[in-house]
């Protein structure tokens, strides 16, 4: 494979925008000059010391420095091995920052090839004295070995002489086989503290091929890529190797924002998957590097498709619905109810079935790709067309599509296709209806895997929405001034699943109302849940009275938002710089009808106003209208679409401003 | 022998089968449960002053997943001090027919440092039934077996369960050779002691059906409600260290001799500390100094290896090293104060919000030392030697307001840390705003903290960003609407410590307006208290916690209002009275200025049931006051 350099990447100017990713292709030469910092491990000057300590910064430490250095190279015994030299450099600011003078360096144990080995362990701790740095080394009794478990191991190790103020260092190399893991950790150049400079470098041999992606929101401040002479021991002296680095300067802490899907998504990092093994003399081992490749890889895999041929005892169980059914719809959900009772989720997730998918039935036990593929198996031995769909959960972040990656997936559901339809299931929760992905699993798009030819990525977006109805019935009683009247509520999609997961029981809900609304005498509480295999219902009822409602011998003032009132605006943070995902699309609807008391009429009503969302985005009603002595509102918010942009943000602040103001506005009753 | 003790400690009946059979629960046990502890031993056997064997067998039905999660695994601990001997565990079905035996390699074996932050060489093992689920409901059986070298602990015993888990039968059986002394004190109704001298002399606790507690909201502390046993011994032996906790006195002894010798310091310490100190003239002025310079200079490692849980690493080390645990720093701090002529004393004590020795046992039921540095002629001051930013002298809800066990070469005293009353903790707050024509309001608030009070704020002060400081802030003063556009903090040390807040705000709709109206609640910076679920009557003593219920909050707000307008409604001064405290609001208007003052003062404790519709009326009232709206009209 010839090794030259092109550099692919989307406008960096629009990062503020999108998250940007960069796609790496070795084929070409590209250096870029920039103002570059190579400080020395044990030697820190005055100036470095100092960094920080001006007024304006509050984290409680910085990272002055903090890099990486990737190798490759043979070893006798345990083949191809990876060594990684991690210098990190500390400015301790805060007292709180204390406690990152205790390192705990965590590594995993197994089998000789298996095992990850730390060594060369260094630390060193500056301190001002009379003016000038003064350094103190750390000793080896301060380095602490201790075996947490059977697969991991973590060396402690405390600095000496730390304060407020000091400069930490240290350093160890890294040994990681690659029978234990073919590719580098993902790096990330950003935080929780700030980082002055993250610097990753690595030099890869010829013989492997790397597909680097980067992400994150940060430009690169130098991004360098070479061809070397290097030597892993593999070849001889002179093998061909590709070295890289790449630089961020300046990168402030990451801070976590409400509605997101995952910090991955937005952190700035650069990850690794192997595409290619070329070793001399061996045949040259190809990776997913294409969707095809990713289709193909799933598909020859032991843990993946060939879980999926057919056996015994799952003919035996599709013969018995056979005999019950030949719907297909019916057969579908004999299949997903069958699998839902009999196997339950041990809350592990990733796309392989580790023991296989038979031993977890024997279990009655396994994770979710163990349940699912199960599903697929049992689905297609109905005669349905079932193909499992692999995806990436909102915690784990994005599947880009301009990206193949095998790595990006860890969860895995079904998909069935009955005529014209096609289905979602995910049988890992009993909460859970044929179409209705977990809210963890809504994550964009997901891969059909068929079980011939290429796959395809389809929507995970859901028919169902997060939906609330609120009816208010009730009257003012002329004699004591109280308010009261009845309450239905319905919530239905999205949001009957988040009732049903959170609720162990009705009467425990019961509880929970009176306890939410402790200024309202309610009863005749009923819950009723009217759920079934298509869809979510949850229906709720009681009778209520108000009684302290603000008025003098004159007026009465009351909040006719008497539920589904929004009083505190959920985007709190000014303005923002990623998206904001809802999860699902969402529908709230709130009205009442109220009979103002004899002898009083309205002297004033809040104004009825629409708010829309540019591009159709979303929309909310405030309708009120008063005939005779009865009062009318209703109040709608609809948010058409799952995920705003950061352009979105403000008008979407401006929205929900305005819900909050109408919902806050009471109607003035007077005396007639 | 082996044999006949196995078979005492198993002590089954025939029935065995029975016992891990579904059927034999009683059915009032099923009440609210999601496991039922069917028989639980602990057996104690106290071979030496210096050894023990210790057995254990619990047997239990888990009745659904609840119940799998807190009791199909078990935990055993050891160390340097405890071997475990044997550990066993079989699965039964519902019939009581057994399906499973625990495996080796359904052994784990973790390095308790993976539990927390420590440098441990305490370990866990954890057994699991393999991988196959079982169908509810299924009993599991664990027994296993300990050899203790740790003589400083004999093991407390209680047949309560937290955790909706109902017990049948549970027994805590201690053997004692004739030689030696055995103590021990039976706590909030525990079980009376059955005392066997024959052969072998045997002290044994049993109780058995007891139901499955339902939470409580005021629920009694533990040490106050939960039955309990606690065993000590008089004399023992660890690692050649002879000891006995017969007395407070004697406990003293023990700590001291096991530390003795290890407050020598560098020279270079000293001539530093000479030169911090010269020119100091009280005690007061050293203890302080010292105490803000070792802050400085030192951070809290927790080390706990071997022996080392109870024996300080040495002053020598600390200095050159500049970390401890709390043992190690208040040795250090104590080493450093000697320097200066300085006499203060490690004290131990059981930390945390609410914890509590039980003072007339002398037994190990600490885990923390503090100093304490008695003043001629003045308050003796106490230091707490593991945080950086604590104030010289304050304790809080972490140590304060309880027994801690003093010690000096003389032996142990049993003393009392300082407490903080309602009066201590206050919150004093001014707030001027000035509220706009469109119903906004730009508003500052000036705040001080003190007491118990101050430590939330002072946490934030110093641990965390500007950013998450801001966070903290709009959180905590839960108004929707507001920014915040300058904030300020200062966390004032000298004498009893203060939090000083200054906040500037812009709060969007201040004041809700309709029409031609105005509605401004001016509480709007007031805490609301939390309503419990009423319904039950109740029939248990409450507690509100003093940790959180002692306090006082004393507020005023003026609010410049927008020219022309009149109040259509306004607020009647308020004041309310209990047992539990006192609450006063009042408007007043005067001229286009209104000034709104607020006062609540509460006194946590222990309350009889009794009381308890008072207290219902009490938050009532007070939080519907807080809801008071004023209503003004333009003219």
Known sequence: MPLSCVLVRQDILKYVVCSWLLLLLVTGEWVQAQADYTPKFGSLTLNEFQTGESAGDTAEAILLYDRADVTFRKDSHRGLVMTMTYWARVKILKESALSRASVAIPFHRGSKDYEEVIFELKGNTYNLENGSVRMEQMDKKSVKRELISE???????????????????????????????????????????????????IIVPAYLYYKITMGGYLPLHINDQKKVRHSTGVVGENENAVSYRFVVKDAPAFVNEPFITSAADYLSRISFELSTLALPGETVRSFSHTWENVDKTLRDADWFGRQLRGWSVIREIAGKMEEVTVDPLGKM???????????????????????????????????????????????????LKADPVVLSTRSNGRVHEHIPRLETFNYVVAHVAIGEKTILL??????????????????????????????????????????????????????????????????IGYTGLDWKDSQESVSGYQEEIVRRNPEWEIDSVSVTDKSDSVHYEIQVRYRFAVADLTSNSEMIYFNPMLAGKIANHPLTIPSRIYPVDFTTLNNTVYSVKIRIPDGYEVEELPKGEVVTLPDKGGRFMYAITSSGQEIGLNSIIALHKVSYSADEYEYLRLFFEKIVQKHAQPVILKRK | ??????????????????????????????????????????????????????????????????????????????????????????????????????????????????????????????????????????????????????????????PEYTNRTAVERAAFRVKVPDDMDFRFKILNEAPEVEKSTGKETWYTWTAGNRQALAEEVYGLPERQRQPMVLTAPSTFEIQGYNGDFTSWGDFGKFYSSLNRNRDVLPEKTITELKALTAGLQTDEEKIRTVYEWMQSRTRYVSIQLGIGGWQTIDAQTVATKGYGDCKALTNYYIALLRQVGVTAYPTLIKAGSGAEIIP???????????????????????????????????????????????????????????????????????????????????????????????????????????DEQEKWLLKNLGISGADLTAFAFAHKKEGPPVVKESLELTIRRFATRTGSRYFIKPSFLNRVLNFPVTGEERRTDFYLD?????????????????????????IAPVRVTSKFGVYEADVKMAGNSLTYCHRLSMTGGRYPAADYPEWIEFIKKIRREGRSQLVLVEK
């Open chain 1, 426 to 491: 995910d049988a890992s929760s009993p909460n859970l209806i044929p179409g209705v992905l977990p809210e963890r699993a809504l994550n964009s798009i997901g891969r059909l895997i068929p079980d011939k030819g290429t796959g395809r990525f389809v929507s995970l977006e859901p028919e169902a929405r997060k939906v609330v109805h609120e009816t208010i019935d009730a009257a003012f009683d002329s004699e004591t001034g109280m308010l009261s009247g009845t309450y239905t509520g319905a919530l």
């Open chain 2, 360 to 466: 007339d046992f002398p037994s190990n039921q600490f885990n923390h030392v503090i100093a304490c540095a008695p003043v001629a002629g003045g308050d003796t001051i106490w230091l707490e030697c593991t945080s950086q930013v604590e104030a010289t002298g304050f304790l809080g809800t972490f140590t304060g307001n309880r027994y801690a066990l003093l010690v000096t070469p003389e032996g142990g005293k049993l003393v009392r840390t300082p407490g903080y009353l309602p009066a201590d903790n206050r919150r004093i707050r001014s707030s001027m705003v000035a509220l706009q024509a469109t119903g906004d309001a730009r508003v500052s608030v000036e705040t001080s903290y003190y007491g118990t009070r101050q430590e939330q704020p002072s946490g934030v002060i110093h641990g965390k960003t500007a």
């Open chain 2, 546 to 570: 003093p940790d959180t219920y002692h306090f006082t909050d004393i507020d005023s707000v003026q609010i410049l209002l927008p020219a022309n307008l009149n109040v259509e409604s306004s």
């Open chain 1, 151 to 201: 697969k991991h191991g973590v060396i402690n190790m405390n600095l000496p002489d730390v304060k407020k103020g000091s400069v930490i260092e240290y350093s160890y190399k890294r040994e990681t086989p690659l029978a234990y893991r073919d590719h580098p950790v993902d790096w990330t150049f950003q935080g929780t503290i700030p980082i002055k400079w993250s610097e990753y470098r």
């Open chain 1, 333 to 383: 959900h004999l299949a997903y109810d069958f699998v839902r009772r009999e196997i339950k989720w041990n809350e592990y997730l990733g796309t392989g079935s580790r023991e296989g998918i038979r031993k977890a039935f024997d279990n009655k036990k396994g994770s979710v790709s163990d349940i699912n593929l199960f599903l697929v198996s049992l689905l297609r031995e109905l005669g």
């Open chain 2, 1 to 158: 022998m082996i044999c006949f003790g196995l078979l005492l400690v198993a002590g089954l009946p025939a029935a065995a089968q029975a016992e891990r059979s579904i059927a034999s629960i009683p059915v009032a046990l099923l009440a609210n449960a999601d496991a039922v502890v069917r028989y639980d031993e602990t057996s104690f056997e106290i071979l030496s002053k210096s050894q023990a064997r210790l057995r254990r067998r619990l047997v239990v039905t888990v009745l659904n997943e609840n119940g799998e999660r807190d009791h199909a695994q078990l935990y055993v601990r050891y160390d340097k001090f405890t071997k475990i001997v044997s550990l066993e565990g079989t699965v039964y079905d519902s019939a009581g027919k057994p399906v499973y035996k625990l495996k080796n390699a359904d052994i784990h074996d973790y390095g308790y440092g993976a539990f927390s932050d420590m440098i441990t060489d305490a370990r866990l093992k954890i057994a699991e039934f393999g991988k196959k689920r079982i169908p509810y409901p299924y009993t599991v059986e664990f027994s296993y077996e300990t050899r203790e070298r740790n003589m400083m602990f004999y093991p407390s015993w209680t």
